[in-house]
């Protein structure tokens, strides 16, 4: 833990004194409400439980005594750990709509304020959800038109990575630029080059959000987000990059609004303002500018940043055990050849392909603790009351590294995914998109570019690694929000 952080905890232990009067007969209630757990300190909670670097893997150890469904206080906030992929499914799956509720996020609420789909609840978060998932159909989610502009963009992909041929560099700007390019023709109706400047700077503004807050000063904030506004570090900058963010969108939206033509939307910016035309912009309104401006972020940042992270991850774990991907590359000569694009339709061809990038998925888990979960209503799980409004916290990387349900869960082994046949193998308990209400609205498209950039690269060139594949070390750079791969450089070669 850095100095800034000792600071931190120094200060908090001077303060304890203050507050404990705070904490009482109403806290002990609520305490004695929730699923047991680690005693915890008065304002520091189980934080020195929890000292480890990688989060989700100190819930898991904690879960090995307290059960699957434990409660463990971050700083003055109690929160109930769902651990395994049985305790996910009962309350995720089987009570979908009392767990549909999203737990604040302090570095999130200070931006959107309760604005957009992500962070959005009750009547506000349902409107504008099945209000996107049509706007996003109309526009080519789930349909063969967004194969295509996918197919489209990794030929401008692989373009990129021709000319790097031979020399080593680093991929994280490329996949950025490539997967970002997807949602914005979604969402703005226009690409991006990959030597645009603009873009690319707020390509790195996204990573850098990303990284931060899947850092310990990420998760500090969320914790103690009145403490950390008056301390120095790098969680200041990820407010300054939500302004320089909300700069371009809200510039794209001016520009659509001067240019469109009301009932005829080219995108989803358009579609939005058609129907802020419809509503009536009163203070309960669900359309409004503000609305907009988040909606936009929250696809722009979850449309481009989960997906990319999982793809730069896979290349580094290609990159580790390359007789993976040879044998991934046999089988894609076997059943496409190397004359067209793989296509979606191949996919039910390759269970060897399927498997390795379900096995990526599961081992890397890019969001490990998921997005926090708020009740909707009061409820029973697991023979414990949990009052409504409980903060949860839904352990996706506990369901992926379950042993009772993958044969071999802590190691990368795409066998977890095939059956004694070698054929793939589905599994209820592999949940990157998050199960029930609350399932990301683009794990369609997640899933088509995942395959198809995949393949497509794969298909055209031979990975190889600065050096040694034994030396690569797959720990994440950081672990919180999101387990953010360590920055890396790779030659590719062509087949």
Same mark, same amino acid.
């Given at each position: ?14 303060? !304890? ?36 670097? /990688?989060?989700?893997?100190?819930? !898991? ?33 089987? &009570? ?16 959107? /304020? ?97 990284? %931060? ?6 998760? !500090? ?15 200041? /900058? ?15 939206? &001016? ?25 009536? &912009?009163?203070? =309960?309104?669900?359309? &409004? ?41 046999? =089988? ?26 379900? =096995? ?12 926090? /979960? ?97 030396? %690569? ?23």
């Amino acid at each position: 833990m850095n100095a800034g952080l000792v600071a931190l905890l120094l200060l908090l232990l001077l303060v !304890m004194a203050l507050v404990r009067r705070r904490q009482g007969a109403r806290g002990a209630k609520r305490r004695g409400a929730l699923p047991p757990g680690p005693a915890p300190l008065p304002l520091l909670g189980n934080l020195l439980q929890l000292r480890s670097q /990688r989060l989700d893997c100190a819930l !898991m150890e904690l879960s090995g005594r307290w059960g699957p469904v434990f409660t463990v206080r971050l700083g003055p906030r109690p929160a109930v750990v769902l651990c395994g992929y049985t305790a996910l499914r009962d309350a995720l799956v089987l &009570q979908a709509d009392t767990f549909s509720g999203r737990g604040a996020m302090a570095v999130f609420e200070r931006f959107t /304020r309760g604005n957009g789909i992500v962070f959005s609840n009750g009547a506000r978060w349902l409107t504008l959800r099945n209000f996107a998932l049509g706007a996003l159909k109309e526009f080519g989610l789930g349909k063969r038109t967004i194969e295509e502009r996918v197919l489209e963009e990794a030929a401008c992909l692989l373009g990129e990575f021709q000319a790097t041929v031979g020399v080593p560099f680093d991929p994280r700007r490329l996949l950025d630029n490539a997967v970002s390019n997807v949602i914005c023709s979604v969402v703005f109706g226009s690409r991006y080059g990959y030597g645009d400047p603009e873009f690319l700077r707020l390509l790195d503004l996204f990573n850098d959000n990303f990284r %931060i807050m899947s850092s310990r000063w990420g998760e !500090m904030y969320n914790i103690f987000p009145s403490f950390l506004d008056w301390l120095p570090g790098p969680h200041h /900058r990820i407010f300054r990059n939500f302004a320089e963010l909300r700069v371009f969108i809200s510039e794209q939206i &001016q520009r659509h609004r001067q240019t469109r033509q009301p009932g005829e939307p080219r995108d989803f910016i358009d579609c939005f303002l058609d129907q802020i035309d419809k509503e009536p &912009q009163d203070a =309960e309104g669900h359309f &409004q500018e503000e609305t907009l401006v988040m909606t936009t972020h929250n696809l722009f940042f979850g449309g481009t940043e989960t997906t990319s992270t999982t793809l730069r991850y896979g290349i580094l774990i290609l990159l580790k055990y390359p007789e993976v991907a040879a044998k991934l590359q046999a =089988e894609l000569d076997e059943v496409v050849g190397r004359a067209r694009p793989p296509v979606q339709a191949d996919r039910a061809h390759l269970p060897y392909t399927n498997a390795v990038l379900h =096995e990526i998925q599961r081992f890397i888990s890019v969001l490990p603790l998921g997005l926090p /979960r708020a009740l909707t209503r009061d409820t029973h799980l697991r023979g414990h009351f949990l009052p409504k409004g409980t903060f949860v916290i839904p352990l996706l990387a506990s369901a992926h590294r379950d042993p009772t349900q993958f044969k071999d869960p802590d190691s990368f082994n795409p066998s977890n995914f095939l059956d004694d046949k070698g054929e793939f193998k589905s599994n209820d308990a592999f949940m990157p998109f998050a199960p029930g209400k609350r399932m990301c609205l683009g794990a369609s498209l997640a899933r088509s570019e995942i395959f198809l950039f995949f393949t497509a690269i794969l298909q055209r060139f031979c990975l190889l690694p600065t050096g040694s594949p034994a030396d %690569i070390d797959l720990t994440p750079q950081c672990t919180g929000l999101g387990n953010v791969p360590p920055a890396f450089q790779l030659r590719v070669v062509a087949r």
